[in-house]
């Protein structure tokens, strides 16, 4: 019954063909009418075939372009066959070096286990392969100064999957200002996130805490927010956990920076969300004071006047991010993914540290980037 009822409740929230493709998500079996358009598109992979792969990344493919995966691949090479079966791909390939030897795939989508993304990425771009790389983009100092030496060097090449400000509410926000903005920001992000058990992968210490699997998407826009100005030079971060056995569980986070800007994150996870991840967004910069619930409705005030907006299906920006290779949308500038992947890894590097406060200098880790990339 509790199936049936969540079943009910994503096609309120989803619609009917978004939730068919998460059901065949958890349930890895094919449901053949979701799917039956063939693309005359051959040149696109998918590494990567859990969860996020086939119901999100396989379905706004194929809801563009029908069937268009020539070949996916997974360490497990069940879920590979599962998802090549869902998704009607043409193959499934024995290694991530066949997709990289076959000239007829031109574009590669990454949506691997975290810790995997940076060094398939690199790969991908050094066989001359443009490359969609899911969030995060790297875990570590070391993967991130590899694959930005390749990205400065093609940066046409390289679409990132930090979503949320591809949503229609921050694109909507962001055509509110009449002009740039000018003044300090505030932005306040609570957020229901999943029960994560003691044994889930993002527990692996090599794979980057639930900082990069999780805060990261609102660091990313945190900073993505500070670019419509321009970026500080100086974060001031306080980091506080309730529980310091799992400091990546129940936490607030918190970033001031030189410019008078202010950022609030809190995560928790005392129950399992119903209805998957749920946000609660509130912003404010020059005149304007914006709402965002759960990426389904927005509210905007601009001195006197307010508006609402509803956002049906839900849109929290994959569509648009996952387009980003064929579209005429601007890509996110490599500048502000590097930006925020430099922020997030220093978040982590406090909470495996079990630091409270620290201060993150954007010019010094920029340099501290470079001396990384001398020694690739």
């Not at 390939?93 to 989508?109: C, F, G, H, K, M």
Request: hydrophobic residues 40%.
């Amino acid at each position: 019954m509790s199936l049936l009822r969540k079943a009910w409740r994503y096609l309120w929230i989803y619609g009917p063909r978004r939730t068919l493709f998460k059901i065949a998500g958890r349930s890895r079996r094919k449901i053949p009418f979701v799917s039956a358009r063939r693309s005359t598109r051959r040149d696109i992979a998918l590494i990567g075939c859990g969860q996020f792969g086939v119901a999100t990344i396989g379905y706004f493919l194929i809801r563009r372009f029908g069937r268009c995966l020539e070949q996916v691949y997974d360490t497990d090479m069940s879920k590979a066959q599962s998802a090549s079966s869902i998704l009607g791909a043409r193959r499934v390939a024995n290694s991530v070096e066949d997709i990289l030897r076959d000239p007829q795939t031109d574009l590669i989508y990454i949506a691997s286990n975290h810790a995997s993304h940076a060094d398939y990425a690199v790969a991908a771009l050094d066989a001359g392969k443009r490359v969609y790389i899911e969030k995060p983009v790297a875990v570590t100092l070391d993967q991130l100064a590899r694959l930005n030496r390749r990205v400065e060097k093609k940066p046409d090449r390289v679409s990132v999957g930090y979503n949320r400000p591809f949503s229609g509410a921050i694109k909507t926000l962001r055509k509110t200002f009449r002009e740039n903005p000018s003044g300090p920001l505030s932005l306040s992000c609570f957020v229901s996130g999943h029960v994560i058990g003691a044994d889930h992968w993002y527990r692996i210490p090599e794979e980057g805490t639930r900082i990069c699997g999780n805060a990261g998407h609102w660091i990313d826009l945190f900073v993505h927010l500070l670019s419509w100005r321009d970026l500080p030079s100086i974060f001031r971060i306080q980091m506080m956990s309730a529980d310091l056995g799992e400091p990546d569980d129940n936490f607030a986070l918190s970033i001031a920076t030189d410019q008078g800007d202010i950022f609030s994150l809190m995560l928790t996870a005392r129950s399992e969300p119903f209805e998957g991840i749920n946000e609660t967004i509130n912003f404010q910069q020059d005149s304007i004071i914006c709402k965002i619930d759960d990426f389904r409705q927005m509210t905007i005030w601009d001195g006197p006047r307010v508006k609402k907006w509803r956002f049906w299906p839900k849109d929290v920006g994959h569509r648009v991010g996952i387009e980003q290779p064929f579209s005429d949308t601007p890509r996110r500038k490599w500048l502000e993914v590097q930006t925020s992947t430099l922020l997030m890894l220093r978040i982590t590097e406090m909470v495996r540290k079990g630091e409270a406060e620290a201060e993150f200098s954007r010019s010094q880790a920029l340099d501290e980037l470079r001396s990384w990339e001398t020694l690739q």
